[in-house]
């Protein structure tokens, strides 16, 4: 069973975004206090009255890294976020800011974007949760396809083979991620005659003979199957009845 990235892959790709998220928030909290940054380092050549107004537009930059956890992470690390979104918010409310009320406009700003990102974490956790049980379905029916006696061959609209069984590579070698028309035929541009995937993917169900170059005869049942990444493919059951 093939899937878009290895589990070795997929660990060092969240690995990648979990610098990236706090590296964002990072940057952030710097903006939030680049006014007293300004002052405390004498950087007069960046004093801009936007870093010293009431600070309700900086903290929208907050989004991006709840809503980027709330997406890649779920519910937990958006938690985090949160806790610490509100350990930056507060020294600026309760001692820095001359504006009014500057503890309530934080608060407000808080409670709603921990709604609007706990939401999106559960939404994408049941997301994650939904297509691992539909990957662990599709692993146990192609592994059932590996127990049956004729070859199976499963082809994407651009010719490229995604799943083989046992009998498949028996006969043929592994080609998966090959194109069929390379693997069956051993051509670098798809078949002209005999080949009815534009069918297949329209709704057709196909029954015909192929003969293969080396001479081999093969029956073929060719029917629709729509992949876990919603592409329409052709599922090919190939049986070899002869010379």
Not at 24 to 32: D, N, V
Not at 89 to 101: E, G, K, T, V
Not at 216 to 241: K, W
Request: glycine share 6%; charged share 25%.
């Amino acid at each position: 069973m093939e899937y878009k990235y290895s589990q070795e892959k997929l660990r060092k790709l969240n690995i990648r975004r979990f610098y990236f998220l706090f590296f964002i928030f990072a940057l952030c909290s710097i903006l939030y206090y680049f006014g007293e940054i300004i002052d405390f380092l004498g950087w007069e050549v960046f004093r801009l009255n936007f870093f010293y107004t009431v600070h309700d537009i900086h903290r929208l930059v907050f989004l991006f890294p709840v809503m980027y956890a709330a997406y890649y992470f779920g519910v937990r690390a958006t938690a985090i976020i949160i806790i610490l979104m509100i350990s930056v918010f507060m020294p600026r409310a309760l001692f820095i800011s001359p504006y009014p009320d500057p503890l309530v406009r934080a608060t407000l700003f808080t409670v709603t974007i921990a709604l609007v990102g706990l939401f999106m974490a559960r939404e994408s956790e049941r997301r994650v949760k939904m297509g691992r049980y539909i990957e662990k379905t599709k692993e146990q029916y192609f592994r059932a396809l590996d127990e049956v006696g004729d070859g199976v061959l499963l082809i994407d609209s651009d010719y490229r083979i995604r799943f083989l069984n046992d009998r498949m590579k028996h006969e043929f070698g592994d080609g998966t991620g090959l194109y069929c028309y390379n693997y069956l035929h051993k051509k670098n541009t798809p078949c002209q005659q005999g080949c009815r995937l534009n069918d297949v993917r329209e709704g057709a169900t196909i029954e015909m003979e192929y003969d293969l170059p080396d001479g081999r005869r093969y029956q073929v049942v060719a029917l629709p199957y729509v992949d876990t990444d919603n592409v329409v493919c052709q599922l090919s059951i190939i049986r070899n009845i002869g010379e």
